[in-house]
């Protein structure tokens, strides 16, 4: 299975996909560190909205043989700038979050992600279930 590493802003429900793609029950845990020890690493919001550490993200993507740029279908802006996505020098998807909410903007998270450059989008909601086993299905291939 491909190893991904999962960055975006705080809250965008990157460790409950995680938990979700795990089949765990999804409990609040607030990610404090970096946790490439798994298939699935985790990161912090804080390290992908603020640009000292951003540098640290970069660092820690060769770790792993995709990177997941997560944005929420209920979020006004993305953290993530275009046409950012080669700087990975490895498959780049996007992956949209809370698709449940009565708020979400699908298309627009989309947009958003395409425009950094993501090959694929996945649309997912780790409440209802939605999108993960397709992200499931693609780390297997
Ligand atoms: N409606 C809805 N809410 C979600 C979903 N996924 C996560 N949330 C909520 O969003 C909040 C933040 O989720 P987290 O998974 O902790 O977000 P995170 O990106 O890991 O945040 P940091 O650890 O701070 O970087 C929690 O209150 C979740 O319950 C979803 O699919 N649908
Ligand atoms: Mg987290």
């Given at each position: 299975m491909k190893k991904i590493i999962l960055m975006g802003k705080s809250g965008s429900g990157k460790t409950t996909l995680i938990e979700a793609l795990r089949g765990e029950e999804l409990v609040y845990r607030k990610t404090q560190?970096?946790?490439?020890?798994?298939a699935f690493m985790d990161t912090p919001g804080e390290y992908a909205e603020?640009?000292?550490?951003g540098g640290a993200l970069a660092v820690y993507s060769?770790?792993?043989?995709v990177v997941g740029l997560v944005l929420s279908a209920t979020d006004d802006f993305c953290v993530f700038p275009p046409a950012c996505a080669p700087v990975a020098n490895r498959p780049v998807v996007g992956v949209v979050t809370k698709c449940d909410h009565a708020d979400a903007r699908h298309d627009l998270a989309a947009m958003r992600l395409e425009l950094c450059g993501c090959e694929r989008i996945f649309y997912t909601s780790a409440r209802e279930r939605v999108g993960v086993d397709e992200l499931l299905a693609y780390l297997k291939e």
């Amino acid at each position: 299975m491909k190893k991904i590493i999962l960055m975006g802003k705080s809250g965008s429900g990157k460790t409950t996909l995680i938990e979700a793609l795990r089949g765990e029950e999804l409990v609040y845990r607030k990610t404090q560190y970096i946790d490439y020890s798994d298939a699935f690493m985790d990161t912090p919001g804080e390290y992908a909205e603020g640009n000292d550490l951003g540098g640290a993200l970069a660092v820690y993507s060769y770790e792993a043989d995709v990177v997941g740029l997560v944005l929420s279908a209920t979020d006004d802006f993305c953290v993530f700038p275009p046409a950012c996505a080669p700087v990975a020098n490895r498959p780049v998807v996007g992956v949209v979050t809370k698709c449940d909410h009565a708020d979400a903007r699908h298309d627009l998270a989309a947009m958003r992600l395409e425009l950094c450059g993501c090959e694929r989008i996945f649309y997912t909601s780790a409440r209802e279930r939605v999108g993960v086993d397709e992200l499931l299905a693609y780390l297997k291939e």
